[in-house]
């Protein structure tokens, strides 16, 4: 079992920045691919980046290339994604998730994930 703490969301202007935070217990991230998505209300999950922390490989949506990004902390188990430049269309919960066996493997797809934290909200105003 794995489980999944995020924390760091709250309220920012445009152009302002936000760090998450992913924490995990249970066991450690070694082996796992670790993503975050987001999603808004009437929209579906959407990826924002992927980090294999085996082989340290990440791969970023297009929308968040640039201003987003995933970085790890191996002794604290813990998982960061650095937010800046903020844009209103970011306003979205913000998920974290693991696949176990992923190795050096990178994931966009949901699916592929195993284990999803509870969410925390990112809203950004104009």
């Known amino acids: 079992q794995v489980q999944l703490l995020e924390s760091g969301g709250g309220l920012v202007q445009a152009g302002g920045s936000l760090r998450l935070s992913c924490a995990a217990s249970?066991?450690?991230?070694?082996?796992?691919?670790v993503g975050w998505f987001r999603q808004s209300p009437g929209k579906e999950r959407e990826f924002v980046v992927s980090?294999?922390?085996?082989?340290?490989?990440?791969y970023y949506a297009d929308s968040v290339k640039g201003r987003f990004t995933i970085s790890r902390d191996n002794a604290k188990n813990t998982v960061y994604l650095q937010m800046n430049n903020l844009k209103p269309e970011d306003t979205a919960v913000y998920y974290c998730?693991?696949?176990?066996?992923?190795?050096?493997?990178?994931?966009?797809?949901?699916?592929?994930?195993?284990?999803w934290g509870q969410g925390t909200q990112v809203t950004v105003s104009s």
């Open positions: 980090l294999s922390w085996s082989g340290g490989s990440t």
């Open positions: 998730a693991v696949n176990r066996q992923a190795r050096y493997e990178i994931y966009v797809e949901s699916d592929k994930y195993d284990y």
């Open positions: 249970g066991r450690t991230f070694r082996s796992c691919a």
